[in-house]
């Protein structure tokens, strides 16, 4: 789900000019199928593009060469690179849109949906739909026609819905909504669970099993809850999950207030947890995050962003498809000689989330006045 951050980045322009531009929402970064490009979505915010005017996409490679903007794709966000690698959807407002990396082109593909998601194949993206009576549907639709091939109608508002996940063994999705959990197949809805305030929802790659992680009331005590639902056998199990956990919700200064999010790796062994706490920071803001990566059973802690020692937020995690690489946006904010300066790095990592790379470096100073990447 989309991040309620904005992070500031600074990306060089072809033209060879400083463009500051912004990076929103975790469905704007994504790994290419092969693994060896990221693509995510930019806002322009400086004087050298017009105001709140989206400067597009933007694609690198992982070693941090070959940065460009994509053509024709402004106001896009949500970006999302396509199972057979030549297309990348996007939104622009509620509207999907394609764009070809064969042929450099943007084309629209629907209307009024939301969410999309790729299938399996490739061949249809998967999305939310406002109907008539206020319910939300989930349409499959056809690329790059934008046919619509199949609907289900959900027992939710469109509003209601907090997280989804793509099946790939039914061509289904799974959604999450009023604290409930549902399969929508084509031609049909499946309620499958009560799940209670989900924070995290992914499927295994063989479509098989869905997990989920809950926050809970005392997150001092106990920092999340873990499901696993069983398509096969239609059963629902707690995972074990140690209540407190060094570094997280024990042995710290400060104890975790709440949890925002979890992000599960494609083999739902590993999540990064971003945890909500209350530490003021050198201006007086009080709330910043943590965020953790983990096993699911707890072991092999590595921390990300340490709320103790830096104001951060973070983007992500993207994981690559084949698991072996992540990749984060994180925006520390700092303070020199009482100025206010963001840093900002878009960061390359391994899948346990130890830091491989810095793609991408740049600083915020003030208001909005840029320095060069280093």
Not at 81 to 109: A, C, H, M, N
Not at 216 to 242: A, G, H, M, S
Request: positive net charge; proline residues 6%.
């Amino acid at each position: 789900m989309k991040s309620s951050k904005v992070l500031r980045l600074i990306v060089w322009c072809l033209t060879t000019c400083f463009a500051v531009i912004q990076l929103t929402g975790c469905g704007g970064l994504d790994f290419s199928p092969d693994g060896k490009r990221i693509v995510f979505d930019t806002i322009a915010v400086d004087d050298l593009l017009p105001n709140n005017v989206r400067a597009g996409l933007a694609v690198v490679n992982v070693d941090g060469t070959g940065l460009k903007l994509l053509p024709n794709t402004e106001s896009a966000e949500n970006a999302l690179w396509s199972p057979t690698g030549r297309w990348i959807s996007y939104s622009v407002g509620s509207d999907t849109f394609l764009f070809d990396l064969e042929k450099q082109k943007s084309s629209f593909l629907i209307a009024n949906a939301r969410d999309p998601q790729w299938n399996k194949s490739g061949s249809k993206l998967i999305c939310l739909r406002a109907n008539a009576p206020g319910d939300a549907d989930v349409i499959w639709i056809e690329v790059p026609s934008g046919r619509i091939s199949s609907r289900a109608n959900l027992p939710l508002n469109l509003f209601d819905v907090s997280h989804e996940a793509y099946l790939p063994g039914s061509d289904g999705l799974a959604v999450a909504g009023r604290g409930t959990l549902y399969i929508a197949e084509p031609n049909r809805v499946l309620k499958i669970a009560t799940v209670g305030d989900i924070v995290g929802l992914a499927a295994s790659v063989d479509g098989r099993r869905i997990v989920w992680a809950s926050g809970t009331k005392n997150p001092r005590q106990t920092i999340l809850t873990l499901y696993e639902y069983d398509l096969r056998t239609k059963t629902t199990r707690r995972l074990p999950f140690p209540d407190l956990v060094p570094g997280v919700n024990t042995g710290l200064k400060h104890a975790p207030v709440g949890l925002s999010s979890v992000g599960f790796s494609p083999n739902l062994q590993r999540m990064v947890v971003t945890c909500k706490y209350d530490i003021p920071d050198e201006a007086r803001k009080s709330r910043s995050i943590g965020a953790f990566a983990i096993n699911i059973d707890g072991s092999n802690l590595v921390t990300m962003v340490d709320a103790e020692k830096e104001y951060a937020d973070l983007i992500g995690p993207v994981w690559s498809r084949d698991g072996t690489k992540m990749a984060t946006i994180k925006g520390t904010t700092f303070y020199k000689d009482g100025v206010e300066v963001s840093r900002v790095q878009l960061q390359l990592r391994q899948a346990d989330g130890n830091p491989l790379q810095t793609l991408s470096e740049c600083f915020m100073i003030g208001d909005r006045k840029a320095q060069p990447p280093r």
